[in-house]
């Protein structure tokens, strides 16, 4: 089986994982959103700021050092097991101990039991961590797909059940907890792998080589993603963290639908391509525009409808969280088109970029933070979007030069996209003040807003980029094929 099949067999697994999963994930979040307080995401929100900074130490590369090696051993896979489980048993009781002084920090005495609970998830996972890699390395994305939605359904049900029980907050920390006992689970019943109880010394620096520009790149993209929740939760409070939290949700899921579905197969398959350059580039240059084609008029499309989305979806309750979904739509535009350059730094050895490309933004976001907290959770939403477009070029600058596509060439092929989700945002919002503008019922204004939108974009992209649907047509072939005999290459 050639590369090229075995990477769209593994994203139209990853697409059913994605699609299946986060639908499941998305009726539980709306369910417990409408069951729950904004106060209750905030408490859980900060939690999570302090859980995801441990992880990253849990973490440490080791997973794409995996992945990425030619010359992977046993001893290798041994090594980064027990030293991801003894990790994980060690920020577990870490966790636990700190709890305390964290609730003190934020002043939210709440936050005590919960970081406590959270801290099983860091010796959950810590068993996980190799499997997975094994895993992604071999393709076998069936079986992580299976292990994801299975996960989400069942942790989706225990905090359901608890929230229709009264119990607030501890609903949102059984379902989590609950989705990572039950993927890990999983994970291990499919696996063929088990360890051996060796640790090497060499094995785990050839390891800590590779996997210590990838730990400095989590460090940094922790204070990237995760600073302002806790900067919002420390100054602002928990109830507009609540809001932010929500809306940043939703960008975070139309990511997992629309953009991760093919990046999880990107980095072993540009892995595998590194040392020809014109498979990679091809294969970059492909996955790029057709996940542009289908992130951007989601994107636009959000922003237009948000009002609607948000009544419909979570209640009048989370009315305050419309200007900050509109917002954050702008940068999930962006990210659509840079979410691939970490798999391509990493699968050329050139892991030292994703770093300082981090600490740019990093240093950004804290910039940004400090000028607009004073106005409020909306100016700080827009000092996000706008670090987000200010190193978008230098990154693209990047990845145009390590994949030689001029920049220019490469930019052009998102053109047709854009515009055509920006006449479909227009057409929608006019529909909206001049013809629905007498129609109360937000349900059908939302319903006809995204057919009208929907049908607009398809006309538009036919008319000025059929080659797009001859490529999705293409890649619906072979990912439905049951043999490779005419598979061709990249």
């Not at 003190?104 to 005495?109: A, D, E, M, V």
């Not at 006809?448 to 607009?456: K, P, R, V």
């Not at 990912?479 to 005999?485: C, G, M, N, P, V």
Request: with cysteine.
């Amino acid at each position: 089986m050639s590369i090229k099949e075995k990477a769209i067999k593994g994203a139209l697994w990853t697409t059913i994982q994605n699609w299946v999963a986060n639908a499941g994930g998305f009726v539980v979040f709306f369910v417990l959103a409408r069951l729950l307080k904004p106060e209750d995401f905030g408490l859980v929100a900060l939690a999570n700021v302090f859980l995801a900074f441990m992880q990253i130490f849990l973490e440490q590369g080791f997973a794409q050092a995996l992945i990425q090696r030619d010359d992977l051993e046993s001893e290798h896979l041994d090594t980064a097991f027990w030293t991801n489980l003894v990790i994980g048993a060690l920020l577990a009781l870490l966790s636990f101990i700190l709890a305390d002084e964290i609730a003190y920090l934020f002043k939210q005495p709440q936050l005590t039991p919960i970081l406590r609970c959270f801290s099983l998830i860091f010796l959950i996972n810590g068993l996980r961590g190799t499997q997975q890699a094994i895993l992604e390395r071999q393709f076998a994305f069936k079986v992580i797909a299976v292990r994801s939605i299975l996960g989400i359904v069942t942790g989706g049900m225990v905090g359901i059940i608890m929230a229709v029980s009264g119990c607030g907050v501890w609903s949102l920390i059984g379902q989590q907890l609950t989705n990572e006992l039950v993927g890990t689970v999983v994970l291990w019943k499919a696996s063929e792998w088990c360890p051996g109880l060796r640790f090497s010394f060499y094995h785990f620096k050839q390891l800590s080589k590779f996997g210590s520009n990838i730990l400095v790149f989590n460090f940094f993209s922790f204070f990237n993603t995760r600073l302002n929740d806790f900067l919002i939760g420390y100054f602002l409070g928990p109830v507009l963290l609540g809001y932010y939290a929500i809306s940043y949700r939703i960008l975070r899921i139309c990511i997992q639908l629309l953009v991760k579905t093919t990046s999880s197969v990107c980095l072993p398959t540009f892995s595998r391509l590194r040392d020809d350059r014109s498979r990679f580039r091809l294969a970059f240059y492909t996955v790029t525009r057709l996940t542009s084609a289908i992130a951007f008029p989601v994107f636009v499309g959000i922003a237009a409808l948000a009002p609607e989305l948000v009544v419909v979806m979570f209640g009048e309750q989370w009315l305050p969280s419309v200007p900050l979904i509109q917002l954050l739509a702008i940068a999930g535009i962006l990210r659509s088109v840079t979410f691939f350059k970490n798999s391509v730094l990493i699968a050329m050895g050139e892991p030292a970029w994703t770093v300082r490309l981090k600490v740019l933004s990093v240093v950004l976001n804290v910039i940004g933070f400090a000028i607009a907290y004073r106005w409020g959770i909306i100016a700080v939403t827009a000092a996000v979007v706008a670090r987000g477009i200010i190193v978008f070029p230098i990154g693209q600058w990047v990845i145009t030069r390590i994949v030689a596509i001029p920049l220019g060439t490469y930019l052009r092929q998102f053109a047709v996209p854009l515009t055509s989700s920006l006449v479909m945002m227009a057409v929608i919002l006019i529909t909206k003040k001049y013809v629905m503008s007498g129609i109360e019922t937000k349900m059908l204004v939302l319903s006809i807003g995204t057919f009208l939108g929907a049908a607009t974009y398809l006309i538009l992209i036919r008319i000025l980029s059929p080659k797009i649907f001859d490529d999705f047509l293409n890649i619906g072939r072979i990912a439905l094929s049951k043999s490779s005999q005419n598979t061709t290459n990249i």
